[in-house]
């Protein structure tokens, strides 16, 4: 293959370097050549170059909007895990191996008729609990018994009135703490309550007759009036919830409530019996994420009846549990949840939601069986060897800024020193062997699953944080940033072609995997990471003055941005998409660096005409693509902090290795003078 380039001397290493090299080394499968269209000049559009034959030979999926690479792979990984999940539950293995489990729990999942056979009877023991309530202090005591840990940071509303998460203090480093969110509506947030407009209150309408079908079907007489005392009840709880703007700002949930201080700040709830039965109490401090809701919620249930409070109880029981329980309750729960929210007609998906929740139970075994067949170890030291270079590269970088104060400097470098990065899975797997999984008994998995993951939780409460610890499942396609603690997971199901290919080639992985990755780091020191330090606490560690330089070597950015028009009337929108740009420049420009350190002094070798320069900046434009309608596009562009993939990509235009890579010439459509050019990082 020969590349069109200008200068007749690197055509001439290209072809002689093909003929010897082709014959003898076959091209890794993570060299994409074949995407590459040979009629664009690399300078005049390098996006179109890299990609052109795959964005026009690719098509959106009907009913979808958009399509890329992270598109496809989470459609591979998915049916992956598809696979081994049934596969595990055909393969009857032995009670107690996480294959049984995992194989179990689907299959139970799956059993529809034992379901029904069932009806709802499994809630009966709860139900009949929710009917002995006759004071506060037992409504206390049962709601304490539903504080639940399936929520996180990222979580608005947890599923019951009040959701636990188990994280390091915002102040502390060396504990975990509780972090207390707030919960208990069944519409999807506080505006879906509270929002006037004719459209959001024929939703709730919808919602109190879903309330009234479900109770019906459970066999409660009064449902109609109950579901409008059940919805009225709601109301008041969402006017006392912090609003979504608060959950962009930490300093707003960071209130530290003694054990002590719940009586006062929040009478109603009795507060002993409700940590008592949730099997915290004593839980000496709390961080209270939205202390409105908590104080509102426990005025609540001074101020109605507990008849009102038992019904919604009932009600949200019955809904926990939806998945597990006969078909007319799920079609009900589809029909409001699924139809009316979201204006579409969802196609029932038994096996879909099955796998679902199998990976919700059992998140980290379904992962020790991916990982094992898909991302061995070498994978893993593979790609802990690249995040070692991107480090190294990451150090220097920050040591040579002229921006940053040397002591600003100084606290950078330490946190980046702190800076713990998983790749693929974790090194310590939680050990199931206390979760039984019973074939047939789909409601009781889920039950003892839930108390499993609460107890796991919970029992970080009493020992010291680790700031290693595992944050996503590895057969999710993804990656977390967590500040606090300070550490950064990029899972197995991400680190695969074409971003990662542990068996392909090196300056590919680098351009894709490498530059996202670098991205990810440098949200760490930026405008989202520099409100914490090295050990995830709170506290501002730039000064003014890092700031104000900061914003004016980034003002050259914004104007390179603002040139973008991907329609002549839509442009971008330089300061909206600044931050991400940064954080594309640093990770392009620390990938380059660690690919280099990568080589060992080795030279770059060619690999299916390309030399390790040109596969690397070819990944990194590749790593963009994306086809989308110009609905979605313009959607993006009027409110994606991230620019379109063709500017992401265009990033290459501020790295002067790139410019010597594709011979790129000053009259070309993409060169910008070495004064124009931009490296924050
Ligand atoms: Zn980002």
């Not at 069944?186 to 109190?208: C, E, F, N, T």
């Amino acid at each position: 293959m020969i590349l069109a380039y200008r200068n007749t001397a690197l055509v001439v290493i290209f072809a002689s370097a093909v003929s010897i090299v082709a014959a003898a080394v076959p091209v890794p499968e993570n060299v994409y050549t074949q995407d590459i269209d040979h009629s664009v000049k690399p300078g005049d559009d390098f996006y179109h170059y890299a990609n052109g034959t795959w964005l026009k030979t690719t098509t959106i999926p009907a009913g979808q909007s958009t399509f890329d690479t992270r598109a496809v792979l989470t459609a591979k990984t998915s049916q992956r895990v598809r696979d081994l999940i049934q596969d595990a539950a055909a393969s009857k293995s032995v009670k107690g191996r996480i294959t049984q489990k995992v194989g179990d729990y689907y299959a139970s999942f799956m059993d529809q008729d034992a379901i029904e056979a069932k009806g709802l009877t499994p809630l009966a023991g709860e139900m009949a609990i929710i009917s002995a309530i006759t004071d506060k202090s037992l409504l206390s005591a049962y709601l304490g018994s539903t504080l639940n840990t399936e929520v996180d940071g990222l979580t608005a509303n947890a599923d019951h009135i009040f959701g636990v998460w188990v994280n390091q203090s915002f102040t502390d480093s060396d504990h975990y703490v509780f972090h207390l969110l707030q919960g208990g509506l069944g519409m999807p947030d506080r505006d879906s309550y509270l929002d006037p407009s004719p459209k959001v209150a024929a939703l709730r309408a919808q919602y109190q007759a879903h309330i009234a079908a479900i109770l019906k079907l459970a066999g409660a007489a009064e449902s109609a009036n109950n579901a409008a005392g059940i919805l009225s009840l709601e109301i008041r709880l969402a006017q006392t919830h912090a609003p979504d703007s608060d959950a962009a700002d930490v300093f707003k949930q960071n209130n530290s409530w003694k054990r002590a201080d719940f009586a006062i700040n929040a009478p109603g709830m009795d507060w002993d019996a409700y940590f008592k039965s949730a099997g915290v109490a004593g839980q000496p401090e709390f961080i209270v994420w939205q202390p409105s809701a908590v104080t509102g919620t426990s005025a609540l249930i001074a101020s109605e009846s507990i008849d009102l409070w038992k019904d919604y109880l009932r009600f949200h029981l019955i809904e926990h549990y939806v998945s597990v329980l006969p078909k007319a309750v799920a079609a009900e729960d589809a029909a409001f949840y699924g139809t009316a929210l979201s204006g579409t007609k969802p196609v029932p998906d038994r096996g879909k939601d099955a796998i679902a929740a199998t990976n919700a139970a059992l998140g980290q075994a379904v992962g020790k069986l991916y990982t094992q067949r898909y991302f061995p170890p070498e994978a893993k030291a593979r790609a802990q060897a690249m995040v070692a270079d991107l480090i190294t590269a990451y150090r220097t970088r920050i040591s040579n800024l002229t921006w940053m104060s040397p002591p600003t400097k100084e606290k950078a470098l330490a946190k980046l020193d702190a800076l713990k990065i998983g790749v693929g899975y974790p090194d310590t797997w939680i050990d199931y062997s206390t979760l039984d999984v019973v074939h047939g008994d789909a409601f009781g998995n889920m039950r003892r699953a839930e108390a499993f993951n609460r107890l796991l939780n919970l029992a970080k409460l009493t020992q010291p944080a680790d700031p290693g610890e595992w944050k996503i499942d590895p057969q999710i396609v993804g990656a977390v940033i967590v500040f606090t603690p300070n550490t950064e997971t990029f899972s197995a199901g991400l680190l695969q072609p074409p971003y990662f290919d542990f068996a392909g080639d090196a300056a590919s992985n680098y351009g894709s995997a490498g530059a996202g990755i670098a991205h990810e780091i440098s949200h760490s020191f930026d405008e989202l990471g520099n409100i914490y330090d090295a050990q995830g606490r709170l506290g501002l560690w730039w000064t003014p003055d890092d700031l104000a330089k900061y914003h004016a070597a980034a003002a050259k950015l914004v104007t390179q941005f603002d040139g973008y028009c991907p329609i002549p009337d839509l442009c971008i929108n330089g300061k909206q998409v600044l931050s991400e740009s940064i954080a594309d420049v640093a990770g392009l420009l620390t990938a380059h660096d660690a690919y280099v350190l990568s080589l060992k002094g080795k030279s770059d070798v060619v690999v299916g005409g390309l030399t390790g320069e040109q596969r690397f900046f070819l990944a990194f434009a590749q790593r963009w693509r994306r086809n989308q309608t110009e609905a979605a596009l313009r959607q993006q562009v009027a409110t994606d902090h991230h620019p379109p993939g063709q500017y992401r990509s265009d990033a290459v235009r501020n790295v002067e290795a790139w410019y010597k890579a594709y011979d790129v010439a000053t009259s070309d459509k993409l060169y910008l003078k070495p004064e124009d050019r931009v490296a924050i990082w």
